[in-house]
């Protein structure tokens, strides 16, 4: 079993960048792949971002990708997501999460354990 708790998110103006963070517990962390996903207001929770257990593959949303890069430490139990040239529509919910479906990373479903979620807020 994993546990995940995020944190990093706040306010920050447009064209600023966060760093978020995602605190893993469990032995078996490094056999897991890692994704961000993000839910807006009145939105359905979308894919932002995965990275393979080794962090030798990463994958992206195409509304992310050039803007946003997805890192692991494997031995901190540590998965980030720095983002850069942010824009108010990334305004959402970002949460953390682990598979071992590397064949749907891009789907909620696949995600066997999620975290608590962290506030991202880009002001116009």
């Known amino acids: 079993q994993v546990q995940l708790v995020e944190s990093g998110g706040g306010l920050v103006q447009a064209g600023g960048s966060l760093r978020l963070s995602c605190a893993a517990s469990g032995r078996t962390f490094s056999s897991y792949t890692m994704g961000w996903f993000r839910q807006a207001p009145g939105k359905e929770r979308e894919f932002v971002a995965a990275i393979s257990w080794s962090g030798g593959s990463t994958y992206y949303a195409d509304s992310v990708k050039g803007r946003f890069t997805i890192s692991r430490d494997n031995t901190k139990n540590m998965v980030y997501l720095q983002m850069n040239s942010l824009k108010p529509e990334d305004t959402a919910v970002y949460y953390c999460?682990?598979?071992?479906?590397?064949?749907?990373?891009?789907?909620?479903?696949?995600?066997?354990?999620w975290g608590q979620g962290t506030q991202v807020t880009v002001s116009s």
């Open positions: 999460a682990a598979t071992l479906n590397i064949g749907a990373l891009r789907e909620n479903w696949a995600y066997a354990y």
